[in-house]
């Protein structure tokens, strides 16, 4: 598997790491009807928003429930012969936070604004030898990438989420330069228990599988939320 122009090697005593992924888009929008991009969420230093047409339907006759991270519209209005209806399934941006979701219709546009989670860091730091790094288990995810030149010192290892970001700083009279790399992690990786070294051009990163026990409190089944909608005014959120 590769990231880039970088291959990405797996060391032989732990299991591979399909899952870990180069970024993909944060979110992606699907509906009842053909995908398009009205349809996805526009991202904002602290929030994402959302604009849908609707033209017909009444705000009170919409209805907006989250479950599982998927967002549904429904309504229907009727006005002599006609009926208007919407249907849409849009998935939520996985760091936006629908218990603050606000929604508001107006003049045919639903417009529905999501304000961003506070993330979680975690840094890593880098050991000089791959002594220092625990023993990897069967299960355990196993990063091994070629950085020659770069001494330990030099790296900036961050955890955001499920996201890994490798910094690398060098100033020396062969090697000025400066990457940064990005890649998801597997979600049952456990960041917190992450060990790491540098030798001999090779960083070693070790994460440890989170067994179901330690994962983070997660409802394994959560109750659909509804997001009152609101006519050219703000909502909020109620389950």
Known sequence: MAFGSFPLDVLTNASPLDMLLPIEPLYIADSLAACSSSRQFQEAEHEYTLSLALPGVSPADLKLAVEDGMLT???????????????????????????????????????????????????????????????????????????????????????????????????????????????????????????????????????????????PDKPATQSARLIAVTNGGGSSASS
């Open 73 to 215: 519209i429904s309504g229907a209005t009727t006005t002599g012969t006609q009926k208007y209806t919407a249907s849409h399934r849009v998935r939520f941006p996985h760091d936006a936070d629908p218990a603050l979701a606000k929604a508001a219709a107006e003049d045919g546009i639903l417009s529905i604004t999501l304000p961003k989670r506070q993330k979680v860091t975690h840094e890593i730091k880098v050991g000089s030898s791959n002594d220092e790094l625990p023993k990897a288990g069967d299960d355990d995810y196993v990063l091994a990438h070629p950085f020659p030149g770069v001494r330990p010192t030099e790296f900036k290892l961050v955890c955001e989420d499920d996201v890994l970001s490798i910094a690398v700083e060098t100033n020396t009279t062969q090697h000025a330069t400066r990457t940064l790399k990005r890649m998801r992690l597997p979600v049952d990786a456990d960041v917190s228990a992450a060990a790491a070294a540098a030798e001999y051009g090779i960083l070693t990163i070790i994460f440890p599988r989170r067994t179901a026990e330690a994962a």
